[in-house]
């Protein structure tokens, strides 16, 4: 993966990208939640929804599941049933592959413009709903004959704040001539991923489509060379076709095959009036503990958008969350520890998460022993296990100012996965389970992008 190419270098893409912060505007304020242009709330529902009957709306849940700390709650959640677009355009420019990345300025963002995907879109905007300009390179996508398609699936988004949210991830790889527009440049597969290291920089729906990428393959070691630390070789081992894992494929898809059928799940959308346990005034929906999260409404005003101006409801969490990957070296391999992890958003019952992924204080409001396993090993992690760590924001375009704090940690000796819900899984594995829908949660699959940059 190269590091050099058409922007030279990691300074000259922060001067371009800082140039863009120049000339990128948005201001973001709050709105009460019934003075939102465009939207209304349904008399008889309390249900908070678009004019236009697209986009998504603000509803009810009422969520059992077995098993778990919490057996049933309720909660609002956003139902935004189309399916959008999320994209990346490659192309060899002498010889090294290149991403054409955009600068893209999100409402929820805590630092407005972040590092996106070529195209990023709903099904709305691409329509043009909200009757603003078209989607740029959107065709490439949507037409991809003549094209070279690396990644094309289906994945879900968060479980927690999303009812069954699907976006189709894909990387097209063209040859001919492609126009650079303003607010986008060319970086290398190995610029991007060096990125991924700072803070709040590359957003969520890069990293879930990078995740999809292809990244096993045949004597993976070999290629990389002999100077790498034990870590890293075990990594790379991690994505050969040949690695040897404490589990083999079939018995991954039967554990999660059996999870999902002893794990009794239900989520019945209601009127989110009827949500017990929550109270709305004009500013916000919130949690009656004041944990959790609140849905809030603001109003949008931009440059560089398909539309200048605009109102709309977003979910903001109470607190920054923790999302990790225990990592262990087991016969030379890299393997990492696996959740398969229940959230009513879900269509199929559970996906795999990461070891950990919470937002811890939200446990003091739920029974003590609820609190997830590991996350004890996790915040209580060395220095020198930490072998990856940054914030990240999740997408800005619903969410504001929701931040987690990635990492993957090394452990040593006996970690006890004895739990039916956790499995010891080698990269490659999760890789291919990426290939499919509905089977790595978008966590996870930020996590393996993080860790294709270890690789590099």
Not at 63 to 77: D, K, L
Not at 150 to 165: C, M
Request: charged letters at 20%; one cysteine or more; glycine letters at 8%.
């Amino acid at each position: 993966m190269a590091r050099s190419g058409l922007v030279p270098d990691l300074d000259h893409f922060h001067r371009w990208l800082g140039e863009q912060r120049r000339i990128s505007q948005m201001e973001v304020r709050s709105l009460p939640l019934d003075h939102l242009d465009g939207w209304r709330t349904d008399p008889d529902t309390g249900n908070i929804r678009h004019v236009s009957g697209k986009f998504y709306s603000v509803e009810g849940l009422d969520a059992r599941v077995t098993a778990g700390p919490v057996e049933r709650w309720q909660q609002p959640i956003i139902n935004q049933p189309e399916v959008g677009i999320l994209g990346i355009l490659v192309k060899e420019f002498d010889g090294v592959l290149h991403c054409l990345m955009q600068a893209k300025i999100e409402p929820g963002n805590c630092n407005g413009l972040q590092l996106s995907p070529t195209v990023q879109a709903t099904r709305s905007n691409y329509t043009r709903v909200h009757g603003g300009a078209s989607v740029p390179y959107l065709d490439y996508f949507r037409d991809t004959a003549g094209h070279r398609v690396l990644a094309d699936v289906r994945q879900s988004e968060q479980g927690s704040w999303f009812h069954r949210k699907r976006n189709r991830n894909m990387v097209v790889q063209v040859t001919g001539e492609v126009e650079l527009l303003a607010g986008f440049c060319w970086l290398t597969l190995g610029q991007v991923h060096q990125l991924l290291a700072l803070d709040d920089l590359v957003n969520m729906d890069v990293r879930t489509v990078l995740s999809c990428v292809p990244f096993a393959g045949v004597n993976l070691l070999r290629a990389f060379g002999p100077d790498l630390t034990a870590f890293t070789s075990s990594l790379i081992r991690s994505y050969g076709v040949e690695a040897d894992a404490v589990h083999s494929t079939s018995e991954v898809l039967s554990w999660i095959t059996d999870v999902r059928t002893r794990r009794e799940s239900d989520a019945e959308r209601i009127a989110l009036r009827d949500v017990q346990g929550w109270n709305r005034d004009d500013k916000k929906i919130a949690h009656d503990s004041g944990l959790f999260f609140r849905v809030i409404g603001v109003g949008v005003t931009a440059t560089g958008r398909e539309t200048r101006a605009w109102a709309q409801p977003m979910i903001e969490p109470c607190g920054e969350g923790v999302v990790a990957f225990l990592a262990k070296q087991m016969n030379g391999v890299l393997h990492l520890l696996v959740h398969a992890k229940a959230e009513p958003g879900y269509v199929d019952v559970v996906e795999l998460a990461p070891t950990v992924q919470c937002t811890p204080p939200n446990y003091d409001a739920i029974p003590g022993g609820a609190r997830p396993p590991f996350l004890a090993e996790v915040l209580a992690a060395r220095p020198h296990q930490v072998r990856f760590e940054a914030v990240h924001s999740e997408e800005g375009g619903r969410f504001f100012h929701a931040r987690n704090r990635y990492s993957v940690i090394e452990v040593e000796g006996d970690v006890d996965a004895g739990h039916p819900d956790y499995r010891w899984l080698t990269l490659t594995q999760l890789a291919s389970l990426v290939q499919h829908s509905h089977y790595v949660n978008v966590q996870a699959r930020s996590l393996i992008a993080c860790l294709h940059a270890l690789s590099a």
